[in-house]
C-alpha cells in the first residue's frame, strides 16, 4: 500500500516552460488536493478535486491548471513556468471517515 | 477569517524532556484538528487527529488536547529524543475538506 506518490521529486524548469506534477494514490479516496509551501508562508492550497472529473480553484490558482480523468491520480500543470511558481508542491488525499489528510513527499520545483 | 497561529516558531529543548508545542485557532466552529510532522525535504506525516467532540488523543509519547471554546490544541511530547526533530504543524478545516495550516514550530532535541 503506496499511500500518495508524487512524481518527479525534483525538477528545474526555465521561465516559459511547461511541465506536469503526477499525484497518485491507492486509498480509493475521492477528494484530492495541491498545495504548494513556502517559507514564512506555510502550505497554500492551489486546486483540488471532490472526485472524478472535477476541479476546483484553492486559494492561489492562478498559473496552474488541473485534472483528474481518473480517480487514483490528480494532475498539476504549468504551462508557462515563472520564477514565482518556484517551490515545493505536496498533493494530499482525504479520508473520508474523518476527515484525515495523506501527504505525498513532495515535489521540488525550481524556475529560473 | 480562519488564522492558525504557532507559537514558537523555533524550540530547542534536550533529550529527555517533556515538551508542549502550541496551536491557537481564532474561528473555534472547527469540527476536527489535525497535527502533523514534517521532516526536512519530506512530505507531511499525520500524527493525531482530534475530532471536536474529544478532549484529547494519544499515541505513544505524544498526546494531543483540544479547547474549542478558548481556540487552542496542545501537542505534548513526552521524553523527547533526538529522532523527534522536526517541524509540527497544526491544521484546521476549511471549508468541506481543506485544511488552514499553521506555519509551524521547528523542534530540535539535543543529544
Known amino acids: 500500500n503506496a499511500g500518495v506518490t508524487q512524481t518527479p521529486k525534483f525538477r528545474v524548469l526555465k521561465t516559459g516552460q511547461s511541465m506536469t506534477l503526477l499525484c497518485a494514490q491507492d486509498?480509493?479516496?475521492?477528494?484530492m488536493y495541491w498545495y504548494r509551501q513556502d517559507p514564512g508562508m506555510g502550505l497554500r492550497l492551489i486546486h483540488y478535486?471532490?472526485?472524478?472529473?472535477?476541479?476546483a480553484k484553492g486559494e492561489v490558482p492562478d498559473g496552474y491548471n488541473v485534472s483528474r480523468l481518473k480517480k487514483q491520480n490528480f494532475l498539476l500543470g504549468l504551462e508557462s513556468a515563472a520564477p514565482s511558481q518556484t517551490s515545493v508542491y505536496f498533493c494530499?488525499?482525504?479520508?473520508?471517515?474523518?476527515?484525515?489528510?495523506?501527504f505525498g513527499p513532495g515535489t521540488r520545483l525550481t524556475v529560473l | 477569517k480562519q488564522e492558525v497561529t504557532q507559537i514558537p516558531a523555533a524550540l530547542s529543548v534536550p533529550e529527555g524532556e517533556n515538551l508542549v508545542l502550541n496551536c491557537s485557532f481564532t474561528?473555534?466552529?472547527?469540527?476536527?484538528l489535525q497535527w502533523f510532522r514534517q521532516d526536512p525535504g519530506k512530505g507531511l506525516t499525520s500524527l493525531l487527529l482530534?475530532?471536536?467532540?474529544?478532549r484529547e488523543q494519544t499515541s505513544g509519547r505524544l498526546n494531543a488536547s483540544l479547547d474549542k471554546s478558548s481556540g487552542r490544541s496542545t501537542l505534548y511530547i513526552a521524553a523527547s529524543q533526538p529522532g523527534d526533530s522536526a517541524t509540527y504543524l497544526c491544521?484546521?478545516?476549511?471549508?468541506?475538506?481543506?485544511?488552514?495550516f499553521g506555519t509551524g514550530t521547528r523542534l530540535t532535541v539535543i543529544p
Open positions: 494530499a488525499s482525504v479520508s473520508p471517515s474523518y476527515n484525515e489528510q495523506f
Open positions: 486509498m480509493n479516496h475521492e477528494y
Open positions: 482530534i475530532q471536536s467532540s474529544q
Open positions: 491544521a484546521v478545516p476549511r471549508g468541506a475538506n481543506n485544511l488552514f
Open positions: 474561528d473555534s466552529a472547527i469540527y476536527n
Open positions: 478535486s471532490v472526485g472524478e472529473g472535477t476541479t
